[in-house]
């Protein structure tokens, strides 16, 4: 139930070993830290291929692909890992456990953790993404958050054919499918999955599974009247 294969393209991220098809895609969540830890113990020599800019702060950990730009003020905590051909724009904030697939946007104000994206993710303005991945040519847009912790603080649960089915993970953002895209403004709140080739209507509040192809619509009412 719930394989990655169902949400994701493995072939368009160099991170499979992350995923195992017996078991539920959001089981990649827990293992990022130590696959990224013996991931960055493997390279031999500079970890530094890219171009970082002098105002930019990256850590220790960080390995930024060749032709990966970090933009001035963006701050990289690490451990970290930017593919090739990605940029990070001024302002970004990179906590620890950020995978960035090849040719990946992380914008203005946005802050990340502990998570995985696919290649060709854009992340472009005021959002936040902890625990949680996103998948080949995933797109959220302003103000987009994955929302990652249940008001109580315990595991998150997902709701599916009328039965509840605790993740194991007490913090657990979104899983969104590949060529998704989310309106601006819209809270993915804990244990959300979508899947792909969806699209969210900006600044709906979404909770739950999405089956692939489907369009959310969040359509306001509005009251017109005259001016006087």
Request: one cysteine or more; charged letters at 20%; aromatic letters at 8%.
């Amino acid at each position: 139930m719930f394989p990655p294969s169902q949400y994701l393209d493995l072939s368009h991220t160099s991170h499979p070993k992350l995923f195992s098809e017996d078991e539920p895609v959001w089981a990649a969540i827990g293992r990022i830290e130590d696959y990224l830890d013996k991931l960055l113990k493997s390279v031999d020599g500079t970890l530094i291929h890219g171009s970082i800019h002098p105002s930019a702060n990256a850590g220790t950990r960080v390995y930024v692909a060749a032709d990966a730009i970090v933009e001035a003020n963006a701050v990289i905590q690490g451990p970290a890992w930017i593919g090739s051909g990605s940029v990070v724009r001024s302002g970004a904030y990179l906590r620890d456990n950020v995978i960035i697939g090849n040719h990946c946007v992380l914008g203005n104000s946005s802050e990340f953790k502990n998570c995985l994206l696919f290649d060709d993710c854009e992340v472009p303005h005021f959002n936040y993404v902890g625990d949680s991945i996103l998948g080949y040519k995933a797109h959220l847009g302003a103000g987009v958050i994955c929302s990652n912790v249940r008001l109580d603080r315990t595991n998150v649960k997902l709701r599916h054919d009328e039965k509840e089915i605790d993740s194991g993970l007490r913090k657990f953002g979104a899983i969104i499918g590949d060529r998704t895209e989310v309106g601006c403004n819209t809270v993915l709140n804990p244990g959300t999955i979508l899947g792909r080739d969806c699209i969210l209507y900006p600044v709906t509040q979404w909770q739950g599974i999405l089956g692939e192809k489907k369009i959310v619509k969040n359509l306001p009412h509005l009251n017109i009247v005259d001016r006087k």
